[in-house]
């Protein structure tokens, strides 16, 4: 069995500087100490467990390196992807934060659960644009803590994925246009009506709020260090990107643990909505102008979002962009199980990682640029599972209640 090949561009971040040391201006946005309270807070949330950290031997062997591992986000608190960590984190801040100005402090998830202060927080609304994901873990925490929530929606979100936010009780707002185009609108209606714009991106360095969502997905890296050997951190992170919130926090928290020691972090980018890659290439933050509708639908962001790119401009070592018949190859792959590795659930975007990886080893030129020889130990992040479950189905021609069946 041989890998694909995929029509890819790299590109290597100039800026990347691996002996810079994690300044105030990084720790300002991410830290370790903001990390310690995200794992004590998210740790203590009922269904919390570390996802699986999965070893694809037949995957590594065909690629040419020492080990391939998937960080298996489908599984994460059955929400089926990584940004249950986030969105659902930041809206618990915002709730606490409320309370304290009202004169209650000291309160935990567990009050809230439990349905305490209700009446002080039942008036409150939080609101968020999605591709699908983060409005899902919004709309989550909104119902798990309490408070009302409305989601914008982009028109080229699926029903399918509507349906998955509108199960946990939020009000859903479909907007013309693309992604960015349901943040600004999102962010204008929540000025008006006083809601709590609760975004995993933001046009200033300095916003509260997406760093604390990204804080959340910090356990990510933290989770994937544990389950290795100590002293055998990656060689290399394949992630992928939209506004580049989840690569930051990774990028982040190894460079703040492991320093020079840190692994090269390869970001993933569908062609069609490839901010990073134009934004890593000129050296300060492009815009993709018009469409960013691609397969991996929650890829499809145009801009960078400012406090990932105060991590990413330094720690983003390359970028690849892929296009969108890589992921569905991926997928299949993926669900499969290349030449006897376990099968795996990956969403459209979930799979992307794993398709850069591809991608690189089979190009003579970037695998030499990437340094993916005999001796790399590399990880993928597998970002969501079956997230859109019909899309799934379509592309790989079976549910994946049946692929996790053959898995299990
Ligand atoms: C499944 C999945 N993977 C990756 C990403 C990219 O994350 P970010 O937008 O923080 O770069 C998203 C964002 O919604 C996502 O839902």
Redesign the pocket.
Known sequence: MSLPDFPARLVHNRLATRNRPYGPAERHVLSLAAFEAARDEIGSWPGYAPTPLVALPALAREAGVAEVRYKD?AHRFGLK???AL?GAYAVLAVLKEHLARNGVADVTAADLMAGRHRDLVRPVTVAAA?????GRSVAWGAQMFGCGCTIYLHEHVSAAREREIARFGARIARVPGHYDDSVRACAADARRNGWVLVA??APETGAAIPAM??QG?TLIAQEILDALPAGAPPTHVF???????????LAAHFWERLGEGRPRIVVVEPTRADC?FRTVAAGRPVAVEGSTDTF????A?GEV?AP?WVILEHAADDVIALDDEAAMVTMRLLAQGFGGDPPLVA????C?AAAGLIAAVRDGAMREALGLDASARVVV?G??GA?DSETYERIVGRSAETIAGEAA
């Open positions: 986000e992807s990584f940004k986030g999605t591709d699908g994901n983060h995993d991106t969502v990204m997905y992630v992928q990107a939209g506004v580049g919130g989840l690569a930051a926090a990073i991996m639908a929650c890829l962001a979002s990932a969403g459209e975007s979930g992307a992040i970002s969501e997230t």
